[in-house]
């Protein structure tokens, strides 16, 4: 599986979970069948069954050992099916309808990655050896 489409699973994972206890639970819920409704085989109804389970996270709780369960469900989905990417992203940006302004963002870096994220805007960035490497602003 590329990068990519791992980063996507852990995003949309990270919504799936946070999303439980709130008021969003019901929106993700649907996302998230949306998803599976595409997918094949045993491990749907494994899923299926998993994503109709009560949620009993508290709200604003986020259980690690869920979102590491629905990123490797996610990461088998996409790898089997990488049409499945945009259905995952709509998981991962998931708003609430109430207030249509509010999103979640999950963003992550492992080793020596760096992020750059902004939600409204725009960012600039410039990179190059004077500006990284000898520590000089420009």
Not at 16 to 24: C, H, K, Y
Not at 98 to 102: I, V, Y
Not at 111 to 116: K, L, N, Y
Not at 127 to 138: A, M, T
């Given at each position: 599986?590329?990068?990519?489409?791992?980063?996507?699973?852990?995003?949309?994972?990270?919504?799936?979970?946070?999303?439980?206890?709130?008021?969003?639970?019901q929106e993700?819920?649907?996302?998230?069948?949306?998803?599976?409704?595409?997918?094949?085989?045993?491990?749907?109804?494994?899923?299926?069954v998993?994503?109709?389970?009560q949620?009993?996270?508290?709200?604003?709780?986020?259980?690690?050992?869920?979102?590491d369960?629905?990123?490797?469900?996610?990461?088998?989905?996409l790898d089997?099916n990488?049409?499945l990417?945009?259905?995952?992203?709509?998981?991962?940006?998931?708003?609430?309808p109430?207030?249509?302004?509010?999103v979640?963002?999950?963003?992550?870096?492992t080793?020596?990655?760096?992020?750059?994220a902004?939600?409204?805007?725009?960012?600039?960035?410039a990179?190059?050896?004077?500006?990284?490497?000898?520590?000089?602003?420009?």
């Open positions: 599986m590329n990068e990519e489409l791992a980063e996507l699973a852990a995003s949309g994972a990270t919504a799936l979970v946070s999303a439980m206890g709130t008021d969003l639970w993700a819920k649907r996302l998230m069948s949306r998803v599976l409704a595409q997918a094949r085989g045993s491990r749907r109804n494994e899923l299926s998993a994503l109709n389970r949620s009993t996270a508290t709200r604003g709780a986020v259980d690690a050992g869920a979102v369960y629905w990123t490797e469900a996610l990461s088998q989905l089997r990488p049409d990417a945009q259905d995952v992203m709509a998981l991962a940006s998931l708003r609430t109430e207030r249509p302004d509010m979640i963002q999950v963003n992550s870096a080793d020596s990655g760096e992020v750059f902004v939600q409204r805007g725009t960012q600039h960035f990179s190059g050896p004077k500006s990284r490497d000898s520590g000089e602003r420009p």
